[in-house]
């Protein structure tokens, strides 16, 4: 077994809420150990004068003074987690800040996080796998090209994709609802493998993302099973034909929404989650059939309405449900619901996750929900930004795995 990643600790509350102990089996389920740097009383008040913030709290001191001795090199570590309480105002800009001072001055992957007293170990489990992704497999992530005939499958909570690739192409795709994991899986490399030309026994290697992709990747035998926020955080950037320098990847999904800045194509701050459906990919699943439109006929329509007209609370599914029908019920015209909703998620998004990194251009945005040009244009008219949506975008996942997976054909 490899030996275990060393994921320092910055955090304030963690132990009196009960989170503790959720943190530690989210890191031993992914082998790695999470510690709190030790410092002198010395360090706590020197750092607190020379970071800037005028804090009253004794623990988001300590956490500013662990930040800065991370930074300084006097504690080792191989990432870092940063962890307040939701309720605390004061946190969030400690916490805000340390993640941006960290990420600009160290190489050190950082994800924060704000936990509630219902946080478990299966809510950390995707965050604390990625932190150890990028320690163990850096070299693996910086892959560019994909060689061989490999394959990426990527089951999602809402749709299962494939993707069969052949010396750096793309040569067949396949998408599902997914239903069944492994049916849907099953039946969307059917796709891929139809339209590529390729039987399933040239595939030289397989790569597995998503959340089945335990269960999916044990049943098809994959040479890597990888969370999606280095899986797709790739795929992005490979599709973008980017992958050197900065970039910010946002993929608003069927169940969460990811927030990426990636360097070099490698993640260095990230955040996932969100605080209801209402802020995901679910709510305009239900405003198109609310609005009588196909899914893919949601995105023109709201570009010929304007968001303004109507209110829209999509924070929670049901209340933002609730706007929707008052919307209708009013007289509102459909394009302008369309818009408004549109509108809501990606406000929900920019003040939910993109409060969490540094965002820089170019900002790609990808998954499924890229296709509604409605959502692509809200999210640039928040950002004051042209919004990249590369080819084959809803497939980065699958395209991510399949690069990544070249990694382990024979002969590289």
Request: aromatic fraction near 6%.
């Amino acid at each position: 077994m490899s030996r275990k990643v060393r994921i320092a600790q910055l955090s304030c509350g963690s132990e009196y809420s009960g989170v503790q102990n959720e943190i530690y089996k989210a890191a031993e389920a992914v082998n790695a150990e999470v510690f709190f740097p030790d410092i002198a009383l010395g360090d706590v008040e020197r750092s607190f004068d020379a970071f800037g913030l005028d804090v009253r709290s004794a623990d988001l001191k300590l956490m500013i003074a662990r930040g800065m001795a991370l930074v300084e090199g006097k504690v080792d570590a191989d990432a870092v987690f940063i962890c307040t309480c939701f309720r605390c105002a004061e946190a969030a800009i400690v916490r805000n800040e340390l993640r941006r001072y960290i990420h600009e001055n160290s190489r050190l992957p950082v994800v924060s996080y704000s936990f509630t007293e219902r946080t478990t170990a299966g809510t950390l489990l995707t965050r604390m796998e990625a932190l150890t992704t990028i320690a163990r497999r850096r070299a693996l992530l910086a892959r560019e090209a994909q060689t061989g005939i490999t394959m990426g499958i990527d089951s999602g909570s809402s749709t299962t994709k494939a993707v069969v690739m052949k010396d750096n192409r793309i040569l067949g795709t396949g998408w599902l609802p997914t239903v069944e994991v492994i049916k849907s899986a099953e039946g969307a490399v059917a796709q891929a493998l139809e339209m590529s030309g390729i039987a399933r026994e040239e595939i030289q290697a397989i790569g597995t993302t998503g959340y089945g992709r335990f269960l999916v990747g044990r049943h098809f035998g994959a040479d890597l099973i990888q969370e999606e926020l280095t899986v797709n955080s790739k795929g992005a950037v490979y599709l973008a034909d980017h992958q050197r320098g900065t970039s910010t990847v946002i993929d608003i999904g069927g169940m969460d929404n990811k927030a990426i800045s990636v360097i070099d194509g490698i993640p260095g701050t990230f955040t996932m989650g969100g605080i209801c459906a209402g802020a995901s990919g679910r709510f305009l699943e239900m405003t198109a059939k609310r609005l009588g439109v196909d899914i893919t006929e949601l995105g023109p329509l709201a570009m010929k309405g304007l968001a303004k007209k109507v209110p829209m609370n999509s924070y929670c599914i049901v209340f933002g449900t609730q706007s929707l029908v008052n919307a209708l019920a009013a007289g509102s015209m459909r394009e302008d619901v369309a818009a408004a909703a549109c509108h809501s998620v990606a406000e929900q998004v920019f003040e939910q996750q993109l409060q969490e990194i540094d965002i820089k251009e170019p900002v790609i945005m990808v998954g499924g929900t890229s296709l509604i040009e409605g959502l692509v244009h809200a999210m640039g008219e928040l950002l004051q930004v042209k919004v990249v949506v590369p080819p084959h975008s809803q497939y980065i996942g699958a395209v991510g795995s399949a690069l990544l997976a070249s990694g382990f054909v024979e002969g590289e």
